[in-house]
């Protein structure tokens, strides 16, 4: 199966809490922890994207 995601995909490797807290991140956000991923698209909404990145995953796909 092949997907193809029109999507523009934000990956947060860390993000330092002056910074995040400048952004309106949450006080507890994981993008302090360098393991969050911002995933936007103008295409797919939020539940299109999580539908799709499930099956991926359950498919063994990452």
Same mark, same amino acid.
């Given at each position: 199966?092949t997907f193809y995601l029109?999507?523009?995909?934000?990956?947060?490797?860390?993000?330092?809490?002056?910074?995040?807290?400048?952004?309106?991140g949450s006080k507890y956000? +994981?993008?302090? !922890?360098?393991? /969050?991923?911002? &995933? +936007?698209?103008? !295409?797919?909404? /939020?539940?299109? &994207?999580?539908?799709?990145?499930?099956?991926?995953?359950?498919?063994?796909?990452?």
């Amino acid at each position: 199966m092949t997907f193809y995601l029109l999507i523009n995909l934000k990956i947060n490797t860390l993000r330092p809490r002056h910074i995040n807290s400048r952004v309106g991140g949450s006080k507890y956000s +994981r993008h302090q !922890y360098g393991d /969050a991923v911002d &995933i +936007r698209s103008d !295409y797919f909404s /939020a539940f299109q &994207i999580h539908k799709i990145l499930d099956r991926l995953h359950l498919e063994g796909g990452g």
